[in-house]
């Protein structure tokens, strides 16, 4: 069965700073990989999802993420924060035989200080 | 487009008692799968239907029961409710055919067990 492990609960960072969340998953073969993020009060919303093919990959808001395999990791990044980027980021992992069903972390909640 | 919507949105039920909760998926979409997410945890796969069965399901005991309709929409059903069942539930909506649509997420239906 496949896990994810987000090892940061909360991090902190100054608008205009970079971010980078971590992620690693556990899973045999190569998973399809996806962050969300979740807003107070709202439901998910994909950031961005690797299925195959080029191992960073860009999706909304300025997010990036990049797949090594060597690591089991699926950090995301994003060069410039800004205060609108505050709220629960999960990464999920999925197992491409069967349907889509993502099994997600933990959540980081990113705190974002003016 | 309404995208995913949930109803209710919050609710408060009494130890034992059942609740039943609703989603109806984007249009388009024809796979609803239902999370439960406790606070500052990430969401927890419970069950996916498709074609009016129950396809998949999360490790929940039988208390939980779902339903899918001839029009995609989707019922969640919660039997003799425990204070451990206060959590906000998540229902997804996706297209079965196509591993790579991107699932998308209602706002959630906050349960609250007194």
């Known amino acids: 069965a496949q896990s994810v492990t987000q090892p940061d609960i909360h991090i902190t960072v100054s608008e205009g700073a970079s971010l980078e969340l971590r992620c690693n998953y556990s899973?045999?073969?190569?998973?399809?990989l996806f962050w969300y993020v979740q807003s107070p009060g709202q439901g998910l919303q994909l950031l961005l999802k690797?299925?195959?093919?080029?191992?960073l990959v860009q999706g909304i808001k300025g997010f990036e993420a990049e797949f090594k395999r060597s690591q089991s990791s699926f950090n995301l990044r994003k060069p410039s924060v800004h205060w609108s980027d505050a709220a629960e980021y999960f990464c999920?992992?999925?197992?491409?035989?069967?349907?889509?069903?993502?099994?997600f972390g933990r959540g980081t909640s990113l705190i974002v200080h003016p | 487009d309404a995208g995913v919507t949930q109803s209710p949105t919050h609710l408060i039920k009494t130890r034992g008692q059942q609740v039943t909760l609703r989603c109806s998926p984007k249009?388009?979409?024809?796979?609803v799968s239902w999370y439960q997410q406790a606070l500052g945890q990430g969401p927890q796969f419970i069950f996916q239907?498709?074609?009016?069965?129950?396809?998949q399901r999360g490790n929940f005991p039988d208390r939980f029961s779902g339903h899918q309709f001839p029009n995609y929409s989707s019922e969640l059903n919660v039997n003799a409710l425990l204070l451990g069942d206060s959590a906000l539930y998540l229902c997804?909506?996706?297209?079965?055919?196509?591993?790579?649509?991107?699932?998308?997420f209602g706002q959630g239906t906050r349960l609250t067990v007194v």
């Open positions: 997804a909506s996706s297209l079965v055919t196509d591993y790579n649509t991107e699932a998308f």
């Open positions: 899973y045999g073969a190569t998973p399809y």
């Open positions: 690797y299925f195959s093919g080029d191992t």
């Open positions: 999920a992992v999925g197992a491409p035989e069967g349907s889509y069903i993502p099994t």
């Open positions: 249009s388009g979409h024809d796979t």
């Open positions: 239907y498709y074609e009016e069965e129950e396809r």
